[in-house]
């Protein structure tokens, strides 16, 4: 065989070994799920609790959505992650990190990890399996990471959420929602709870907002709100005045706001009739 040929072949072998390693397709591939909340086992005790739940900021690719570890009636717990998106990528797994949180990729390594399996889709709503050994206690942020490179491509540090009652009764979450920006940068997330005696609050966790002057919290009479008219002409019900822009906070519902109706959560500035940032609620149960 000639120089040249061998020259080629090895050429063609080494960018077999480069794509199979960079897969540089799924940079512009995404693959996208849709994964349904797991059934309830039992009819007497329809609805998961929400132990714990955070939302996701960037690692070394732009990661968005919202993660929480549910627990079933049965006992089981999952992981589920909503309105979710990040890159694509070779070998790309979910992690349950041994740390608060994770910024870089350094911090993975070293504070230790559970795997929880191949990542089903860059882009959706989908659910992973919680081993029943796994201490939540210990294990406290979601990490999506490419082991083809050792890269955190984003990480969900998991705030425990107030999901039981002084007599250790679950509450329900109802709907939950991830914020976005509007006027100001805007994150954290947004959840319904109904209590045991019927009563609902909204909870704010991982929550960061600007300041301002006279801001409060609407519920929102539509499925979103990306702009400031949106909320004006939809019509809202006001929760009263922000108790601080940033931190977990809580907000009485009151029992004649339709949930059916009143489907988003926004941060808002009477002040100056601005929408700061909002986060679109769906249905948990």
Same mark, same amino acid.
């Given at each position: 065989? *000639? ?18 390693? +960079? ?32 939302? /996701? ?29 990040? *890159? ?33 889709? $860059? ?25 083809? +490179? ?15 009652? *002084?007599?250790?009764? *679950? ?7 991830? +914020?976005? $920006? ?24 991982? +929550? ?27 019509? /809202? ?7 601080? $822009? ?38 948990? $149960?």
């Amino acid at each position: 065989m *000639s120089k040249r040929k061998l020259l080629i072949a090895a050429v063609i072998v080494a960018g077999g070994i480069a794509w199979y390693a +960079f897969r540089p397709e799924r940079l512009f591939v995404n693959k996208t799920v849709s994964e349904s909340l797991p059934t309830a086992a039992s009819a007497a005790a329809p609805h998961p609790t929400n132990l714990e739940s955070g939302n /996701f900021h960037d690692g070394a690719h732009k990661t968005s959505g919202a993660a929480a570890i549910l627990e079933l009636p049965d006992g089981k717990r999952v992981l589920r992650l909503t309105n979710f998106a990040t *890159s694509n990528g070779p070998d790309v797994h979910v992690y349950l990190v041994a740390a608060s949180d994770a910024t870089d990729s350094a911090t993975v390594k070293k504070a230790g990890f559970v795997d929880l399996g191949s990542i089903k889709g $860059n882009v959706g709503d989908q659910n992973y399996d919680v081993p029943s050994d796994i201490d939540l206690n210990k294990y406290q942020a979601v990490t999506i990471w490419c082991a083809r +490179f050792n890269v955190n491509f984003g990480t969900a540090p998991l705030g425990a959420q107030s999901a039981r009652a *002084s007599a250790g009764t *679950s509450l329900k979450a109802l709907v939950a929602g991830n +914020f976005h $920006n509007g006027a100001h940068k805007t994150s954290g997330v947004a959840t319904i709870l109904e209590l045991p005696d019927g009563k609902r609050i909204l909870r704010l966790t991982n +929550f960061a907002t600007s300041n301002g002057p006279d801001v409060h919290v609407y519920l929102v009479a539509a499925s979103d709100a990306m702009d400031s008219a949106t909320v004006k002409q939809a019509g /809202f019900v006001d929760l009263g005045s922000i108790k601080g $822009n940033v931190g977990d906070q809580n907000y009485e519902v009151p029992s004649s706001a339709d949930l059916s109706k009143y489907q988003a959560v926004t941060i808002w500035c009477a002040r100056f009739n601005v929408n700061f940032g909002t986060a679109p609620l769906t249905v948990q $149960n």
